[in-house]
């Protein structure tokens, strides 16, 4: 059972699914609670951001959901985000004993490489949330990676040496899940942005290059704003939001 009072109760657990995104968004539908816990030991058709698939292999890594219902407006749906992502870089940094890296808005990074995703969907009415499904996916055992993914992804294992129990990682991970949802229903989303820009090295300095389906703009990471917005200082010195998308670093002689 994991050490947390709301996170992962109930657990709906699957041996196979398609996507526990998919089957969590039914649950929410059904009116499951909050904390409900949507976890496979594979998936079939796992969803990754902006479209892409996330490799489920059974047995060697976590693929879970868990259904939150935030009294908040949709408008800060994005510091939720956040917070998600530094819950589950300290949940892993906690069991491997090393910190993570978080590329925003929420890759886990473990010495420059992706060791977790993490997909965040929101239901919503007029202006306030009625549920948000938060999606995470980690790489834990896995030996190696396909080589299309190799340069840029890998698993706890590769990075560590040390091969870990799924449970151990799966509870501290929904722990500092809630720990930092938590503080952002407490304490609003000031200290989330502080823990993230302190956890973060790519909030500040960090030339890269922001992608949004076909728009790609380069520039240097310049802060988040109050709304968990990333800021980026384009070459002329202007400073423009990144809105959605992903970034990654800059290559020198890119674009
Ligand atoms: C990303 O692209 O970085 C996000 C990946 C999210 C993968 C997880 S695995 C559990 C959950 N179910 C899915 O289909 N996707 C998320």
Redesign the pocket.
């Known amino acids: 059972m994991p050490p947390t009072r709301r996170f992962g109760y109930p657990v709906f657990p699957y041996t196979s699914i398609d ?3 998919r089957e969590a968004a039914e649950w929410a539908e059904r009116n499951a609670p909050e904390g409900s816990l949507i976890i496979a030991d594979e ?1 079939t058709a ?4 902006l479209g ?1 698939s ?1 490799i ?1 292999e059974r047995g060697v890594g976590l ?3 868990i259904i939150l219902r935030p009294d908040i407006p949709a408008a800060s749906a994005p510091v939720l985000t956040l917070a998600i992502g530094l819950g589950v870089a300290r949940g892993i940094g906690e069991v491997c004993g090393r910190q993570c890296d978080l590329r925003w808005p929420n ?1 886990v990074l473990l010495n420059e490489k992706k060791v977790s ?3 965040v969907e929101m239901e919503s009415g007029r202006d306030r949330v009625r549920h948000v499904i938060a ?3 980690i790489n834990v055992n896995n030996s190696g990676m396909p080589p299309s993914l190799a340069e840029i992804a890998s698993s706890l294992k590769i990075e560590t040496g040390c091969e870990f129990l799924l449970d151990v990682v799966r509870d501290h991970v929904l722990a500092q899940m809630e720990r930092y949802y938590g503080m952002f229903l407490e304490r609003g989303a000031k200290p989330v942005i502080d823990a993230f820009t302190r956890a973060s090295s790519y909030v500040r300095g960090r030339r890269v290059v922001a992608e949004n389906g076909e728009q790609r703009i380069q520039g240097v990471t310049a802060g988040l704003d109050p709304s968990g917005v990333l800021l980026l200082e384009r070459p002329g010195g202007t400073i423009e939001p990144v809105l959605a998308g992903s970034v990654r670093p800059w290559v020198d002689g890119e674009i």
């Open positions: 996507s526990t995104m998936q796992g969803r990754g951001r892409r996330w489920s693929y879970f959901s890759d995703g993490i997909l999606g995470v996916g």
